[in-house]
Structures are given as structure tokens and as C-alpha cells.
């Protein structure tokens, strides 16, 4: 059973651009899909986290409408940060899954009990994955990560009841 979701954000929550505005402000867009289905996850007493290699007071702002608690930015090491995460929480890495799109993604994708790419991550990390998605980053892909760990865990008609009934 997957307890935990490790999200990157650019690329995955994203749709890996970064807009600069004249002043130097930072813009993303975040899929709203992708958010509703993170917040569904929660409600059903499951637990997320964020590792990103960057650095983003609109991460920080995203993560915390969402209600995700385990925030991690300007990560290097990513599979180090899961190690930790791991034993903080009390839960074994195979009871995790992540999605990544890129090389720096590839140790923690490594770790997870399930792996997910985006359509268009690198070809390395999609041959490198358990699963790779119909939806590029950004574009719905993580809510389909979600979608399909409910369905795998038998827990869809509880996901979907929560808005259905």
C-alpha cells in the first residue's frame, strides 16, 4: 500500500517553465486537476511531500494551500531527503511513490515502492520508471499518478465518494 507521494515541482507540477517578470518575480502555473487530487489524497489520511531542487516562495504558497507539510527545496540529494523523510514518518520507502522528469530525479525514483514519469519526461527516466503517464507535467499528470494509485489500492470509491455523494 503507497502512503506517501513525493512530488517534484517543475516538470511535474509544472510544466518545467519558468517565467521571469521585468522586476525579477518568479511565475508558475500550477494545474488545478493536479491540486484537487492532492488534496483528495490527504483527505483520505494519506501523506505527500515536495523535493525540488529549486528554490520558490510560490512552492512554499503552493504546498501550503494544498495542505502538504513535508516541504523540501534546493535539494541536491533527493534520495537522501526520502531517506530521511522515510524515518522521520516511520514508513518504509516501499510504501512510497514518486513522480520526476529529469536526471536529478533519478535516485529518488529509485528508492520508491512506485515510480511515475510525465509523457514528456526524458527518455532516461521514462525507461527508468515503473509507470509513465498519459498528461505531461503540469498537464494533469500527477492527478493521473493519483487517479491510478487509488484504483491500484482499491480506494477509488472512496476518493470519488468524498464529492459524488
Not at 62 to 68: C, D, Q, V
Not at 117 to 130: G, H, L, Q, S, W
Request: aromatic content about 8%; some cysteine; overall charge negative.
Amino acid at each position: 500500500m503507497i502512503d506517501v507521494l513525493v512530488l517534484d515541482v517543475d516538470g511535474c507540477m509544472t510544466n518545467g517553465e519558468i517565467i521571469y517578470t521585468n522586476s525579477g518575480d518568479e511565475l508558475k502555473a500550477f494545474n488545478v486537476k493536479d491540486g484537487f487530487a492532492i488534496v483528495q489524497w490527504l483527505r483520505l489520511g494519506k501523506k505527500a511531500a515536495i523535493i525540488t531542487g529549486r528554490s520558490s516562495k510560490i512552492v512554499e504558497h503552493r504546498a501550503k494551500e494544498l495542505g502538504i507539510e513535508h516541504l523540501y527545496q534546493c535539494v541536491r540529494r533527493k534520495e537522501e531527503v526520502i531517506r530521511e523523510l522515510s524515518k522521520k514518518l516511520g514508513i518504509g520507502l516501499e510504501h512510497f511513490a514518486a513522480i520526476g522528469d529529469d536526471l536529478n530525479d533519478y535516485r529518488l525514483l529509485q528508492e520508491v515502492g512506485i515510480s511515475f514519469a510525465p509523457k514528456d519526461a526524458t527518455e532516461y527516466i521514462k525507461k527508468n520508471v515503473d509507470v509513465v503517464l498519459e498528461k505531461e507535467g503540469g498537464k494533469g499528470a500527477v492527478r493521473e499518478m493519483i487517479e491510478y494509485l487509488v484504483k491500484q489500492e482499491g480506494l477509488y470509491e472512496q476518493f470519488m465518494e468524498q464529492w459524488i455523494q
